[in-house]
């Protein structure tokens, strides 16, 4: 495989939203219609990007597959990138399509609400997997050895069709649903013999279409439906891992909890990590759950 010109070989590859991020956080409890004193932050994001930080954090070499628009904000966004140890150079840099955006507002009681702008990732549609049939990452008759973190940003027909491809027809995919709302368009991929489904409760229910009580009983659910492997997290009362030889549930530590947007990617990015290291499935589980909780109390994880 040939990568692009001064550009490594990563170790990994995360295919989706790569964004700002506009975040309110307050510590006071949220209702309909406050207005209350906080903070209001723009950080990099998007699940592809918040899971490609934590990978770096971790010592690997995550490269962004996404759509990036070359207005100012985009090129600050692959600056940032760059200062981060994350490799860009084989995204999608498109001169008509802005640079995507996503804005949340937090309380002491959680994610209130959140507006996903990802226009410009759907509309690239698939010349965002351009370095995967090219040579610079893979080809059809070659394809991708590796790890794939796929987000459920990208449309359910490009998903779809991503399932059914020879391009990812030897990765080890690592799939994310972005949110309870996109969580369907993750349907397709559920049978693939190479996936490993992240999903707190309430996406497990979407997929399932079933009123899972635990994330135990969405996982084993998920499993006889179809799916490979499925992790369920449900926030601080479990988190269950299940394949179709059996299933394990640990709790997670009992953390303050500061913020909350990113917590599921970094997650997935210790999980990943972990099992990449070769840790257990139980370690692996553990040193993820670990890692989350730092991240929600506000310490970086590492």
């Not at 992790?231 to 394949?243: C, F, H, L, N």
């Amino acid at each position: 495989m040939t990568p692009a010109p001064d550009t490594p070989v990563p170790d990994i590859l995360c295919i989706g939203s790569v964004l700002w991020d506009i975040i309110g956080r307050t510590p006071s409890h949220l209702r309909l219609g406050a207005d209350v004193p906080g903070r209001i932050v723009r950080i990099p994001g998007g699940v592809a990007m918040n899971i490609a930080m934590t990978l770096r954090r971790f010592g690997l070499r995550p490269a962004l597959l996404t759509a990036i628009g070359r207005d100012p904000e985009g090129e600050q966004l692959v600056a940032e990138a760059a200062r981060m140890g994350l490799l860009t150079g084989f995204a999608y840099r498109s001169e008509d399509l802005p640079t995507d955006r996503y804005m949340a507002v937090e309380g002491g009681n959680g994610l209130v609400a959140a507006i996903a702008d990802a226009h410009s990732l759907e509309a690239a549609g698939d010349r965002i997997l351009r370095p995967l049939e090219d040579g610079r990452l893979g080809t059809p008759a070659a394809p991708w050895p590796g790890p794939i973190v796929l987000d459920g940003n990208l449309t359910a027909d490009l998903l779809a069709r991503i399932a059914a491809s020879p391009l990812v027809s030897r990765a080890d995919l690592r799939l994310a649903p972005a949110s309870p709302g996109k969580a369907e368009r993750l349907l397709p991929l559920l049978g693939h013999p190479g996936a490993t489904i992240y999903v707190n409760l309430e996406e497990a229910r979407i997929l399932g279409h079933r009123d899972f009580q635990t994330s135990a009983e969405a996982a084993r659910g998920l499993v006889e439906r179809g799916a490979r492997r499925v992790i369920v997290t449900d926030g601080a009362r479990s988190v269950s891992d299940a394949d179709r030889d059996g299933l394990l549930t640990l709790q997670p530590p009992a953390v303050l909890v500061t913020r909350v947007t990113g917590a599921g990617d970094t997650f997935l990015a210790a999980h990943l990590t972990a099992e990449r290291e070769g840790a257990p499935r139980e370690a692996a589980l553990a040193r993820a759950l670990h890692a989350a909780a730092l991240y929600v109390s506000g310490d970086t994880p590492t």
